[in-house]
C-alpha cells in the first residue's frame, strides 16, 4: 500500500512563497508519475502540477506556469512544489497524488489511485 505524506503548507503573504513536499512509501515511487491538486472551499479539487517517473515531463494549470516548480527525487521518493509569487487565490488545501501509469501526465483526478490527506496553504492579501 503506497502512503503519501504532504508537508511544508502554511500561512505567508501574497507575494511570498512556500515549498511543499509528499514523501512516499511502500510502493515503486520511481516508476510513479506524480502530481499536486488543490482544493478551496466549495471548488472542485484542480490539478495544479504533475510531472511523469523520469522528470522528463511536467505539466502546469495555467494560472501557476512561471509561478511553480513541479520536480521530484526518486532517491528520496519525494516530490516537490516549489510556490512563487503566491496570490490569495492560491489558498487552498494541496494534495499530492500518483499515478502508477508513470511515463505521462494526466491532469484528472481519477488517474491518479494513491493520494495524500492535504496540507493547507493560505496567502494573505
Known amino acids: 500500500q503506497v502512503q503519501l505524506v504532504e508537508s511544508g503548507g502554511g500561512l505567508v503573504q501574497a507575494g511570498g512563497s512556500l515549498r511543499l513536499s509528499c514523501a512516499a512509501s511502500?510502493?515503486?515511487?520511481?516508476?510513479?508519475?506524480m502530481a499536486w491538486f488543490r482544493q478551496a472551499p466549495e471548488r472542485q479539487r484542480q490539478f495544479v502540477a504533475g510531472?511523469?517517473?523520469?522528470?522528463?515531463?511536467?505539466s502546469y494549470l495555467d494560472s501557476v506556469k512561471g509561478r511553480f516548480t513541479i520536480s521530484r527525487d526518486n532517491a528520496k521518493n519525494t516530490v516537490y512544489l516549489q510556490m512563487n509569487s503566491l496570490k490569495p487565490e492560491d489558498t487552498a488545501v494541496y494534495y499530492c497524488?500518483?499515478?502508477?501509469?508513470?511515463?505521462?501526465?494526466?491532469?484528472?483526478?481519477?488517474?491518479?489511485?494513491?493520494w495524500g490527506q492535504g496540507t493547507q496553504v493560505t496567502a494573505s492579501s
Open positions: 511502500g510502493g515503486t515511487f520511481s516508476s510513479y508519475a
Open positions: 497524488a500518483a499515478d502508477p501509469k508513470g511515463s505521462s501526465v494526466a491532469a484528472t483526478r481519477n488517474e491518479y489511485f494513491y
Open positions: 510531472i511523469n517517473w523520469s522528470g522528463g515531463i511536467r
